[in-house]
T-cell receptor, first 114, second 114 residues
Framework: EPEVTQTPSHQVTQMGQEVILRCVPISNHLYFYWYRQILGQKVEFLVSFYNNEISEKSEIFDDQFSVERPDGSNFTLKIRSTKLEDSAMYFC????????????FGPGTRLTVT | AQSVTQLDSQVPVFEEAPVELRCNYSSSVSVYLFWYVQYPNQGLQLLLKYLSGSTLVESINGFEAEFNKSQTSFHLRKPSVHISDTAEYFCAVRGASGNTPLVFGKGTRLSVIA
């Protein structure tokens, strides 16, 4: 069964450093998302991406964040200068179409900023 | 905009007992509803979904949920739980038109006791 994959599973970085989280969505999906879950809190939407551009972003997704689909398979989330409060589990998700189909999530990347 | 309320943060239940995890939502537009399950140290897995049609939806592992529009609820139930059902359960909602992101509840931790 096709699945969303994410690498790395765990990333430790120092405050102020740049990190890139990588995702490989399900191959025939067209819509891509990033969510995050701070420990003990709810899953929060960050950004959605379609046709090589951002469709929607939340207030969390400020200028420190960017997304890219550098090739036909990868979807990345970059945090330019990490802060302590960026420590969270980051989930990538993909869906086949806008209306109806559900979003399938990857296993997540746990980002720890020290 | 949508919101989701999961009133129960933790639900302990004995093995083979029934369980109901409550979910209420608010929205000014038609919605799609989902339950996701997160097993320890794993990602989010889609458990079941309501898109349209029959208001009672079932999963392959015995869970069911009923969409109640008048009560704006989508409670999750299982008549007999197993130890392996121990996990965090998230209710999520999204608008039924456009590329809207998922809005999650805070989650309910189901602990099945032997």
């Amino acid at each position: 069964e096709p699945e969303v994959t994410q690498t790395p599973s765990h990333q430790v970085t120092q405050m102020g450093q740049e990190v890139i989280l990588r995702c490989v969505p399900i191959s025939n999906h067209l819509y891509f998302y990033w969510y995050r879950q701070i420990l003990g809190q709810k899953v929060e939407f960050l950004v959605s991406f379609y046709n090589n551009e951002i469709s929607e972003k939340s207030e969390i997704f400020d200028d420190q964040f960017s997304v890219e689909r550098p090739d036909g398979s990868n979807f990345t989330l970059k945090i330019r200068s990490t802060k302590l409060e960026d420590s969270a589990m980051y989930f990538c998700a993909s869906s086949a179409a806008v209306q109806g189909p559900e979003q399938y999530f990857g296993p997540g990347t746990r980002l720890t900023v020290t | 905009a949508q919101s989701v309320t999961q009133l129960d943060s933790q639900v302990p239940v004995f093995e083979e007992a029934p369980v109901e995890l409550r979910c209420n939502y608010s929205s000014s537009v038609s919605v799609y509803l989902f339950w996701y399950v997160q097993y320890p140290n794993q990602g989010l897995q889609l458990l079941l979904k309501y898109l349209s049609g029959s208001t009672l939806v079932e999963s392959i592992n015995g869970f069911e949920a009923e969409f109640n529009k008048s009560q704006t609820s989508f409670h999750l139930r299982k008549p007999s739980v197993h130890i392996s059902d121990t996990a965090e359960y998230f209710c999520a909602v999204r608008g039924a038109s456009g590329n809207t992101p998922l809005v999650f509840g805070k989650g309910t931790r189901l602990s099945v006791i032997a």
